[in-house]
Every structure is written in structure tokens, then in C-alpha cells.
């Protein structure tokens, strides 16, 4: 279902009339497309604190290569003089502030002396990344400082405005952020603000063989598996690492057959029909794979909301046994079997709503909360014994079927209450969950990212 509300604020009166009645103000936003792949405008990069990330620059420089066009991100080191222009009297795309070296409470006066000058001259649809130092346990002053950054970073996400993102990356080597810096610095990343990333350094044989030969396509030669891919979510994140040179396999409910078998003939891929809550649905995935696999995506998934006190066990029980307990049993299977490759990805769906809690869905956020567990718990082990690397995306409101069948009042509440006052699109999902499956985003492990434009419900 369109969005209105948005269209119309993109309109003179809409503006003048939102303005006066302090309404939000959505702007519409640049997501990635084959005719607008690029952020348009230059690379600031700033540092705070002393020193600064070792080989940072050589990074940002190899990471934008492939985006050397007339429209394409350049690097910059030093800041508009006068706060309104950079890279060559442009509006700067995007702003990197290394603040890696930020280790008491003094050096962050440095944090605000970078930005403050040049803020109001990021474009609209623009990036700030602030790079931060994992907290060191030994130091509690650095810990303090590196911590403040946080709140500084999800208070700046829902001040800045005009579609503009703001991320916090926690790294030590700039040499294992390029993928997801590439990510964030682009406009895949549109709906994703407000967010802190872990970006560790990986082990050596943590990324399968060979590194992409093509960076527009950097899944050739891999294959996926998608849950619950006929529709919505799931079809956009199948098509999405399709377009990223995935060989995909399509799996969902028999029930869904039609549907399945034209996307998987669309994006030449293969459909396996099945319920994954079968007792061998594990066994099953295992024998439709016999080459392996290399990305396993988790994004089936059902709501049976009532109140607690109006909920039957079956309703409780049918939602966590496909949200949770399935996709307990079938990544089980997969490992044990040696079905994921070493260098393979785990990509599972949380919520929002696992996170934060919300009325009427106890069944659907208890699920969604245990994906978030599930997480944390299996990617040390997962990347210890098997070289796989286990991740989550939660997304918030996003413009599905199942939201436009919402009731118009709580729909608008749902699309306006984030830092982007606005609903978000599959392919911003899809987007978020091709970076992590990403041959080069071995160093992002144990992360949930929300995908909820900042949602103002839960961090």
C-alpha cells in the first residue's frame, strides 16, 4: 500500500502545512537501484582522537574504487572550511569520523568539534559512520568514553534528519570493516540507523576460498537457501542475493507451490517445497543440498497475535514452533551434517518485537527473542568448529501485505515512529541481510541489526 502521508509531505503545501503543525516530515529516501547504485557526492573522513585507526584511509579509498564516477564517492580528509561543501565544492554523501582513539572524556570534546561544523552539509540520504574501539574491561575510562559514543550515536540518528543515517561500527583493523563499510556507505543501507555493529577480526580460514572476482556480484559460485520465500520479505531477499550472483534455492510451505516455483524459475534457482516444521525437514534441506551450501537465510515465519489472557495454546505453541523450534532443528541439521560450507553464513530474522515487546504478539516476541539468543549463543561455536558465521536481522514497521491489512491508525503509528518517520521496503531486509552473507563479512558475527529506520521502541 502506498504511503500517502509521504507522498504528499514531498509536495510545497505538504511541507508548508507539516511545518506549521509540527507534523514529521519523511523524506523520501535514496535506495540502492541499477541507475542509482551510489551515494552521489564526496567521502568526508575525519578523525577524533590520537591516533587513528592504522591504514583507515587506504581502506576508504580501496572500498570506493569501484565507485571512481563522476557521481561516485570520492575521499576527503580535510573539512569544508566554511561547513557547507567538500570533495570538490560538493555536498559530502557521507561522513566517516574515526573515532577509534577516543580514550577519556576530554577527547570526545573532539568527537563534537569534528562534526559540529559540518552536519547541516551531509546531503539528504546521507551516511554518517562514527568508527569506535571495542570497550577494554582494563581501562574504565576508555571504556566510558567509547560507551558515550553509543548514546551519542542513536541521539544523533534521531536529530540529523532529511533521510540521512547515522551508524556506530565498533573495529580494531580497518583491513575487516571493507564490506561492511562498502555496506553502510552506500544506499543499501537506507533504512538502517541508529545501529552498532561489532566488527571483529576474523580467523584465517574464516572466508571460503578465493575473494569475489566481481564486486557487483560477490555471491558467484555460492549458493543460498531462503525460508519462506514466496512472498514478501523472503522473495526480496532471494531475488536480492540472486542479483548478487547467488544460485538460490526457494523454500516454503507446499501450500505456497505456484508462487515458489515461478520465482525460483524467474532467478533460475530451485524451488523446495517444504514445511519446516516436519520432524525431517532438517534430513530433507540436507538431501535437496548435496553440493553444499554457503548461505542459509531464516526468514520464515507467522504471527497469531491475541492478548495472553485470549490465547490458546495452539496459537502460542504453532507460532514458536515455526519462528524458533524449526529453525533450532534445521540449522542443527545442516552443521552436524556438514551441509554449510566453512566460510558459510547464517543470516536469521529476528524482530523488533523480540527487542522491545508488544501487545498482543507475547507468542511472536517470545520467538523472536530466542532468535536473538540463538545468536549470541551459536556464533563463537559456529565459527570455532564450522567457519560460519551466524547474524540476525529485526526488522521494524516494514510495507508488507501483512501490514497494509492493519488498521489505518496503527499502521500510520507504525510507519512514523522512527527516526525516518516512515515504513520500510523488503529490499531493505534483503539488502541488510546480502551484507552479512557477504564473503568479505567474516568479521560480523553474533550481531543483530535492526533494520527499523531507528525504531523509538527499544535501543
Known amino acids: 500500500m502506498a504511503d500517502r502521508y509521504l507522498s504528499f509531505t514531498g509536495t510545497a503545501p505538504g511541507r508548508f502545512l507539516t511545518r506549521r503543525l509540527g507534523l514529521p516530515q519523511p523524506a523520501a529516501l535514496h535506495r540502492w537501484s541499477a541507475g542509482r547504485p551510489l551515494l552521489e557526492g564526496g567521502l568526508l573522513h575525519l578523525t577524533a582522537g590520537r591516533p587513528g585507526l592504522d591504514g583507515l584511509a587506504g581502506v576508504l579509498a580501496r572500498t570506493m574504487a569501484h565507485a571512481q564516477t563522476a ?38 570534546a573532539e568527537v563534537h568539534a569534528a562534526l559540529h561544523p559540518v552536519l547541516r552539509s551531509v546531503a539528504d540520504s546521507g551516511r554518517v559512520v562514527v568508527l569506535g574501539a571495542p570497550l577494554d574491561p582494563a581501562d574504565h575510562r576508555q571504556a566510558a568514553a567509547q560507551q558515550a559514543l553509543e548514546g551519542f550515536v542513536r541521539s544523533l540518528g534521531k536529530e540529523i534528519g532529511r533521510g540521512r543515517t547515522v551508524t556506530l561500527l565498533r573495529l580494531t583493523d580497518a583491513g575487516t570493516a571493507e564490506s561492511t563499510l562498502r555496506f553502510f556507505l552506500s544506499p543499501r543501507s537506507a533504512y538502517v540507523s541508529g545501529q552498532v555493529v561489532e566488527v571483529t577480526a576474523p580467523r584465517p580460514d574464516d572466508s571460503p576460498a578465493g575473494a569475489p572476482t566481481d564486486p557487483d556480484r560477490p555471491l558467484t559460485g555460492r549458493t543460498a537457501l531462503v525460508t519462506g520465500a514466496a512472498r514478501g520479505i523472503g522473495a526480496a531477499v532471494a531475488e536480492t542475493l540472486a542479483r548478487d550472483g547467488a544460485r538460490v534455492v526457494c523454500l516454503d510451505v507446499p501450500a505456497a507451490g505456484a508462487g515458489l516455483d515461478a520465482l525460483a524459475a524467474r532467478l533460475g534457482g530451485l524451488a523446495l517445497p517444504l514445511d519446516i516444521t516436519a520432524a525431517d525437514a532438517g534430513a530433507r534441506m540436507v538431501a535437496a543440498l548435496p553440493d553444499g551450501l554457503d548461505v542459509l ?87 570455532a568448529e564450522h567457519g560460519v558465521t551466524v547474524n540476525a536481522v529485526a526488522p521494524g514497521f516494514i510495507e508488507t501485505k501483512m501490514t497494509a491489512a492493519v488498521p489505518l ?46 525504531s523509538l521502541l527499544g535501543a
Open 409 to 454: 491508525f496503527i499502521r500510520e503509528a507504525g510507519r512514523r515512529m522512527n527516526s525516518l518517520a516512515q515504513g520500510g521496503l523488503p529490499v531493505d531486509v534483503a539488502e541488510t541481510t546480502a551484507w552479512l552473507a557477504h564473503p568479505g563479512s567474516g568479521a560480523v558475527n553474533g550481531q543483530v541489526v535492526r533494520v527499523c529506520g531507528q
Open 71 to 108: 557521481d561516485g564517492l570520492l575521499v576527503d580528509s580535510a573539512p569544508p572550511a566554511d561547513g557547507s561543501s567538500g570533495s570538490g565544492g560538493d555536498r559530502p554523501a557521507a561522513v566517516v569520523l574515526d573515532a577509534t582513539g577516543v580514550a577519556d572524556v576530554d577527547a570526545l
Open 297 to 383: 537465510v531464516h526468514n520464515a515465519g507467522i504471527t497469531r497475535d491475541r492478548r495472553l489472557v485470549n490465547m490458546t495454546a495452539e496459537r502460542w505453541s504453532s507460532v514458536l514452533d515455526v519462528n524458533l523450534a524449526s529453525v533450532l532443528r534445521t540449522t542443527d541439521a545442516l552443521l552436524d551434517a556438514g551441509t554449510l560450507r566453512p566460510g558459510g553464513r547464517i543470516v536469521a530474522t529476528a524482530s523488533i518485537a523480540g527487542i522491545a515487546g508488544n501487545a498482543g504478539q507475547t507468542n511472536y516476541a517470545a520467538s523472536k527473542a530466542g532468535i536473538v539468543g540463538l545468536v549470541r549463543a551459536l556464533a563463537p561455536g559456529a565459527l
